[in-house]
């Protein structure tokens, strides 16, 4: 009763997995004595399944394929390789945005010959009724014609044929656009090889399902679709848990699934059955305790929280959260806290499953008797976590307090976003601003004139303008945009403003610029989208517009009025830049609140309001109405959005997965269980990491007389050792494509190309920012010693191996930092890397160098190559005695004489078996010999 959560689902993985060899009993028994074992010791943990995305799950399944090969040569059964654990692989990171509207015409055809004319779809009948006025928006000049623009992605794209598009601006349905069209179809012109390669792993190996193009991101379809929070293999029961190479991964503990992101390598290793090998990590408690203002948000709520964790130090541990506030948390607001964990540093954060999780997976779909199981395993086996039970709460290494109850809402202004204003305070503020001094938050404005008030005449009715009037209010693109409840708030508020009889002044120029289609979605779904039309909140758009000054002109009266008047008009939206004259000239102070706040301000007509004492407005019963009146509770937002927002896209995704994708559906693959590699692909090749396979591993080889490839500094990282992005014209990669019959524009990128070892390879250590010492200056080159040449990294490296000679790296500190990259490994190994000496590494990326062959040695603390006088240009010689053991000294000789000590960077008895292997993948394929 005593573990944390987040521990118990490690040791009921370890329990069910105990084999003796991979997972020992003894590594069960660390896990249970987590208590005084924390971060003294080293654990397996068997994740229930992996989540790749297509960038690294190319690489992953060229390795399946290529290991297939090896094993049929070697003597084995081909067919027995398929991943052990079970796997799913989004194709979400292929599209590139080739085309807009002007760039149609004249298109190449990427499949090659004539261009035929595309396909147009059949727009649905509009509905019978009127589509509402235009309200003065700049963005709608007229007649309709939404349909010949391009539009967001979001997941509520209509990828499934036939589905409409809604005008923006009339809410219409309009045919879909020929931007979105041909740039799916060069998406699949482009990938074709790539595609047609991810078709054939899905019909050859078992345990794999690959979910395709435009069905949406790799983190949503997991968040969404494919977790099951409680695994049912034949009627036996156990935690669902991923491990994934997505940035996102940790999402899903929000979802109570443990799971974090790990490296490619290490994915491969976990698909094949090995376990992943973590120290048994510190717990942070997090205990949310208090109750939620009325006014704050789940954007001020998710911001507090994360930095209260980055103020607590919770850098490489698990955080859980447990206390009396976390059942006031949604699961839009667990998620999203659980997916900012590279804020603060933490491997996950975990929300045990609660009421509030069963509840959003009756919403998700899952049907009464699955819902049931899942209730009962996970209080049989204490994982489901009852804040009204008496159970005492877990021990945990460190407990962050946070009071929900001290969480207010927020505005910035308003000069600079980093100028935070507590809206209680807004009033009082705003007067300090007008009497501060013209600067980062002061106008000056003397005393006797900041009472002043412009009479003007508008649309035959007279208003009066003060300082902090509001003229323009937008709830526009931004990433606050889609989080549901605080648009679905802003929605609410207008409902009931409009209910109460509350207007907006016709003066205030009001839009509504949604991040999505799925924004709309939502708030038409939930029945909102009219009474936010109805202040003028409308739909003018989607993608950056009054953020960026693109709104419709103020009214010409109104822009006198406030220059005349020298009046400190004010903007209120729900963006990021809020400088000032950055929505419009003449309107000075621009304040940056959450989309419900603007809708009030915009009520208001003015910053200058106490929310706590002043009336927004008089209502049509001539009641005054505040803001706590038509403030929408929590629960009211939670109600709407398990039944309008989560109930449709798990709707959504539901029928995208089931009905497929037409061009998936018609694209041809083999069906041989041995893939048959194209020897002209520039995309998926057979790479060379099992060309030496046999059955038993030869023992390490010493290392001897090695030149140094690279003599690199500090902070090296993983995008300097093998880049992502696109292909240099004059890189050694670029040289390959060319000789293959490519022109610049078909080279793609590197991770579009990371199933071919050969571009792979060449771009190793490409990056132009790469800082060699033996160049001097951030360049991709290197010397050759023994011809004295400054060559290509690729090119020295290949002469070094036409001449047999093997290489090393000397680094400094944080060597392999950054995003985890499994190329960044692979590429070093094939240029013939043996090892690589540094002050510190990264750890992911120290697991990822022993996961492929190469030997990782740290210098000794106080010592590095400038102490120890390394020029980089002598030869290195390095002994592995046959008993190397976990952080063992061993003893590197240079062809000057000198002979200096490093250690042996292995963790564990396992690392040391998997690099006497040659590395995890042909440690596992032996198994298949």
């Known amino acids: ?281 510190e717990v942070v408690g997090c205990e949310l305790t208090g109750t939620v203002s009325p006014f704050a948000t789940s954007i001020d709520i998710v911001l507090s929280i994360t930095k209260h964790l980055r103020q607590a130090d919770v850098a490489g541990k ?33 929300f045990p499953v609660d009421n509030v999780t069963l509840k959003h997976l009756k919403h998700a779909g899952f049907d009464k008797a699955k819902l049931e199981v899942t209730e009962a395993y996970l209080k049989a086996v204490k994982l489901f976590r009852n804040d009204e039970s008496s159970s005492r709460e877990p021990e945990y290494s460190q407990v962050v307090q946070v009071s929900l109850s001290s969480i207010i809402p927020y505005v910035s202004g308003p000069k600079r976003s980093q100028d935070r204003v507590a809206v209680n305070n807004m009033k009082s503020d705003f007067q300090a601003c007008l009497n501060e001094k013209s600067g980062v938050k002061g106008f000056q404005i003397a005393a006797e004139k900041q009472n002043d008030v412009v009479p003007v005449q508008y649309e035959g009715n007279e208003y009066k303008l003060s300082h902090g009037c509001v003229v323009i209010a937008a709830v526009i693109s931004c990433t606050n945009n889609c989080n549901p409840s605080v648009m679905l708030a802003a929605g609410l508020l207008a409902k009931k403003a409009v209910e109460a009889g509350l207007v907006v002044k016709p003066y205030i120029r009001t839009s509504l610029s949604p991040g999505s289609g799925m924004v709309t979605h939502y708030l038409s779904s939930s029945g909102v989208l009219p009474y936010l039309s109805k202040l003028g909140f409308e739909v003018v758009g989607y993608g950056c517009s009054t953020c960026v000054g693109n709104t419709a002109p103020l009214p010409e009266v109104i822009r006198n009025a406030i220059k005349q008047g020298d009046i400190i008009a004010c903007g209120v939206l729900s963006g990021t830049k809020n400088f000032e004259g950055c929505l419009c000239d003449c309107v000075r102070a621009n304040y940056l609140a959450s989309p419900p706040l ?45 039944e309008c927002v989560i109930s449709s896209m798990f709707k959504e995704l539901k029928e995208k997965m089931e009905k497929g994708n037409k061009r998936w559906n018609l694209l041809e693959a083999p069906e041989s269980p041995l893939f048959p590699w194209d020897l002209k692909s520039t ?17 390490p080889q010493a290392v001897e007389n090695a030149h140094v490839l690279l003599f690199l500094g500090d902070s090296v990282t993983t995008d300097h050792i093998s880049p992502a992005g696109s292909i ?33 390879t060449r771009g190793t250590f490409a990056n132009i920012k790469l800082l060699n010492k033996f160049i001097g200056k951030p360049a991709p080159k290197t010397v050759h010693f023994p011809s004295g040449q400054t060559l290509d990294v690729f090119e020295a490296a290949e002469l070094y191996q036409k001449e047999g000679i093997p290489v090393i790296i000397l680094a400094g500190k944080k060597y392999g ?64 005695p046959p008993d190397l053991s976990p952080r063992m000294t061993l003893d590197i000789k240079t062809s000057t004489g000198k002979v200096f000590s490093m250690i042996a960077l292995f963790e564990n008895n396992m690392e040391i078996t998997l690099y006497k292997n040659g590395g995890s993948l042909n440690f596992v394929a032996r198994r298949f010999l």
Request: hydrophobic share 40%; net charge neutral.
């Open 1 to 281: 009763d005593t573990l944390p959560y987040s521990i118990r689902v490690l040791f009921e993985s370890s329990v069910r997995n105990c084999d003796g060899f991979l997972v020992k009993e003894t590594d069960a028994m660390n896990i249970l004595d987590w208590k005084t074992k924390q971060n003294r010791v080293e654990v397996p943990f068997c994740p229930a399944r992996v989540v790749l995305q297509d960038f690294t799950g190319i690489p992953a399944m060229v390795d399946f394929a290529a290991m297939r090969e090896a094993v049929r040569n070697a003597g084995g059964d081909p067919v027995k390789v398929n991943p052990a654990c079970p796997t799913d692989l989004t194709v979400d990171h292929s599209l590139q945005i080739d085309f807009s509207k002007c760039a149609i015409q004249n298109a190449p055809n990427p499949g090659g010959g004539e261009q035929k004319p595309l396909a147009r779809l059949s727009p649905l009948k509009p509905p019978l009724r009127k589509p509402p006025p235009c309200r003065g928006h700049s963005a709608c000049r007229g007649s309709c014609s939404a349909g010949e623009a391009g539009r967001s992605s979001g997941p509520f794209s209509a990828q499934i044929e036939n589905t409409p598009i809604l005008c923006p601006f009339h809410l219409q349905p309009v045919p879909e656009p020929e931007t979105v069209l041909k740039n799916q179809e060069m998406e699949f012109g482009r990938n074709r090889e790539r595609l047609q390669f991810f078709k054939w792993s899905s019909k050859v190996f078992e345990n794999i399902s690959i979910i395709p193009p435009e069905t949406g991101m790799a983190h949503q379809v997991n968040l969404e679709y494919l977790s099951r929070v409680v695994f049912d293999v034949k009627n036996f029961l156990h935690p669902d848990s991923v491990v994934g190479t997505d940035s996102h991964t940790t999402m899903v503990n929000g979802l109570g699934i443990l799971g974090w992101g790990v490296g490619g390598i290490e994915t491969e290793a976990v698909m094949l059955g090995m376990p992943l090998i973590l120290t048994l990590p």
């Open 318 to 350: 698990f955080v859980e959260f447990f206390g009396s506030g976390v059942s006031q948390l949604s699961i839009a607001d667990r998620t999203t806290i659980a997916n900012m964990c590279p804020e603060y540093g933490a491997i996950l954060s975990f």
């Open 598 to 642: 603007v809708v009030a301000y915009a009520i208001a007509g003015t910053v200058q309001i106490d929310f706590d004492t002043e009336p927004l407005g008089t209502g049509s019963n001539g009641k005054s109405i505040y803001l706590r009146d038509i403030w929408p509770t929590r629960q009211e937002l939670h109600t709407v959005e398990e």
């Open 683 to 699: 995309y998926i090749r057979c790479p060379s990491f099992f060309d030496k396979l046999a059955k038993e591993a030869a023992p």
């Open 728 to 760: 240099a014209r004059s890189s050694a990669a670029a040289k390959y494509l060319t000789s293959k019959g490519l022109t610049p524009r078909e080279f793609n990128s590197y991770g579009a190309r990371r199933g071919n070892d050969a571009v792979m």
């Open 817 to 880: 930092l950054g995003s985890s990259r499994d190329w960044a490994a692979k590429g070093p190994f094939l240029l013939g890397v043996k090892a690589v000496l540094a002050e510190s590494y990264e750890k992911v990326h120290r697991s990822q160098l022993i996961g492929i062959g190469i030997a990782p040695l740290q210098f000794h603390p106080g010592e590095n190559p400038s102490t120890l006088g390394l020029t980089g240009r002598e030869q290195f010689s390095i002994l592995f």
